[in-house]
């Protein structure tokens, strides 16, 4: 709980479970000031239900990358996840399903590449025909081009249109390790198939206010596909961005941590300077600054991930 001094403005955070009566009073480290605060009435209630946060019992293959909120890391968690886990040895195939194709580009890719719509419509297209292969060992990249914004479009209307993806993907997911996909900040036509297809959901946030609602919305959408198809989605929460200095942003992320418990991974990633530079330069974070906080933290990420395998 953040609560302010009246006098002299300096911010606390204040352990809730401390709190044992509705009303009481402080006194001010800094100022001395004595003032009222009031227990917040309404309790975090946890909401990770086993049936849809647990790891399913098979290999994570296909994973979801996605938030309803947009500045959160999702196109930087795809990239460096990805990478990390290539690193690892295991072999990962990127997907941007985003018509802002800010996956390609980040990966300098852009140019002249086929995408899932020509994967779709183009007859005689297959899977080699649209992947492509990254300069760096075990990663690869079906790109977004274009295209991709008539796919909603020509499909929307389909039976069965939220498993395009999915029935794709099928076909090949037994010739690689991990498929991390990319996914734009709604949840419609592009998520929705995204999510469809996953094994997980990884949910990515920032330890703000709005960005905690982002999460809240997405779990709750979780748990209305869960309940119409025999495949469970399992989802994890990752925090991304963290100011380790800002005080608000130690409050949400224990509320967070209070509210979804084991179902927010135990690594963090940290602000960090070096990811935006890597964006720049069109490479993931482990090639451009291999010693930096969050490049170390997305590979521990993706050994974390992969223990979560049975």
Not at 41 to 70: C, F, H, W
Not at 258 to 281: C, H, P, W
């Amino acid at each position: 709980m953040l609560i302010t001094c009246e006098k002299c403005q300096t911010r606390y955070n204040l352990a809730e479970h401390l709190l044992t009566k509705p009303v009481f009073k402080v006194r001010c480290s800094k100022c001395s000031h004595i003032f009222t605060v009031h227990r917040p009435d309404i309790q975090e209630t946890p909401v990770l239900l086993p049936e849809e946060a647990a790891i399913p019992q098979q290999e994570l293959r296909i994973i979801a990358i996605s938030n309803q909120k947009g500045g959160v890391a999702k196109t930087s968690t795809t990239l460096n996840l990805g990478a990390s886990l290539a690193k690892l040895g295991r072999k990962v195939l990127l997907v941007d399903f985003d018509m802002q194709s800010s996956l390609t580009i980040s990966l300098g890719m852009g140019k002249k590449s086929r995408s899932f719509y020509d994967l779709l419509h183009v007859p005689g297209t297959k899977f080699q025909d649209v992947i492509l292969k990254t300069p760096y060992q075990n990663l690869w990249l079906l790109p977004s081009n274009p295209n991709m914004a008539l796919l909603a479009k020509k499909n929307i209307g389909e039976k069965n249109f939220e498993h395009i993806l999915r029935n794709r993907l099928e076909t090949i997911r037994n010739n690689i390790d991990h498929i991390v996909i990319d996914t734009p900040p709604s949840l419609e036509f592009f998520t929705l198939n995204a999510l469809m297809a996953s094994d997980l959901a990884i949910i990515p946030t920032q330890c703000e206010y709005l960005s905690m609602h982002g999460v809240s919305h997405l779990v709750e959408a979780l748990s209305v596909i869960n309940k119409l198809q025999d495949k469970k989605i399992a989802y994890r929460i990752l925090i991304t961005m963290f100011n380790g200095e800002s005080t608000a942003a130690k409050v949400i992320y224990n509320k967070l941590k209070g509210k979804y418990r084991d179902a927010l991974f135990n690594t963090v990633i940290e602000l960090d300077q070096k990811i935006q530079e890597s964006q720049i330069m069109n490479v993931p974070a482990l090639q451009y600054n291999k010693d930096g906080a969050a490049a170390g933290q997305y590979l521990t990420l993706a050994r974390e991930l992969t223990g979560l395998v049975p």
